[in-house]
């Protein structure tokens, strides 16, 4: 069945430094990745959207890669700043078909 | 999202109860969805709508049904709530016709439901 893992574990990360996060998947072959951010008590909201024959994306202190042979993708932030705590979800779409993963918590201390 | 709204925004009822949870959007999008979050488990699709005669079940639909009233309006009702209902529920909005962002999805605040 398809499958979409992210980083279990909360990730805390120095203020100014990359956050790194992962994204993996088996058992699909999406047409798109997308990275969403979510706060606590609230939705979703759309952050960044790579298509399969794209590898890197970037938005202000935001990027992107897709790896479709490794069937993965990292999502950078850098500069981190306190702000940026949330949690972060990828979801993979292809046609009308779109699944998310359960997220990743990052936590940027001062 | 302030253009997807949800209602209530915390609901407690008790087993057996019959529950609805509404979702009202301004976005013009033609495709609605609800999904349900719990810890650990991320967003699971419990039904999706791709226009008003569209109704499609998503991955968890057992013990939920929705009614699409008209493009702005998808409703999720449980018709016999039973604890393990108890989650966070999302209704999103994506639109067809965008070659950018394909599903790309718009979500409301959501619902807090709990079920005793």
């Known amino acids: 069945s398809q499958k979409i893992e992210q980083n279990s574990e909360a990730l805390n990360i120095q203020e100014g430094k990359t956050a790194t996060l992962t994204c993996n998947y088996t058992n699909y072959s999406p047409a798109y990745l997308q990275w969403y951010r979510q706060d606590p008590g609230r939705g979703p909201v759309f952050l960044l959207l790579i298509r399969e024959n794209e590898k890197e994306k970037r938005k202000e202190r935001l990027k992107v890669t897709f790896d479709t042979t490794l069937k993965q993708s990292l999502f950078h932030i850098t500069a981190s700043q306190p702000a940026d705590s949330a949690t972060y979800l990828c979801?993979?779409?292809?046609?009308?078909?779109?699944?998310f993963g359960s997220g990743t918590r990052l936590s940027i201390r001062p | 999202d302030a253009d997807v709204t949800q209602t209530p925004r915390n609901r407690i009822t008790k087993t057996g109860k019959r529950i609805m949870l509404e979702c009202s959007q301004t976005k013009g999008h033609d495709r609605m969805y609800w999904y349900r979050q719990d810890p650990g488990l991320g967003l699971r699709l419990i039904y999706y709508?791709?226009?008003?005669?569209?109704?499609n079940k998503g991955e968890i639909s057992d013990g939920y049904s929705v009614s699409r009233q008209a493009q702005a309006k998808f409703s999720l009702s449980l018709e016999s709530a039973i604890p393990n209902q108890t989650a966070l529920y999302f209704c999103a909005t994506s639109d067809s016709g965008t070659r950018l962002r394909p599903d790309t999805q718009y979500f409301g605040p959501g619902t807090r439901l709990t079920v005793l």
């Open positions: 979801a993979l779409s292809s046609a009308s078909k779109i699944i």
């Open positions: 709508s791709f226009d008003v005669k569209d109704i």
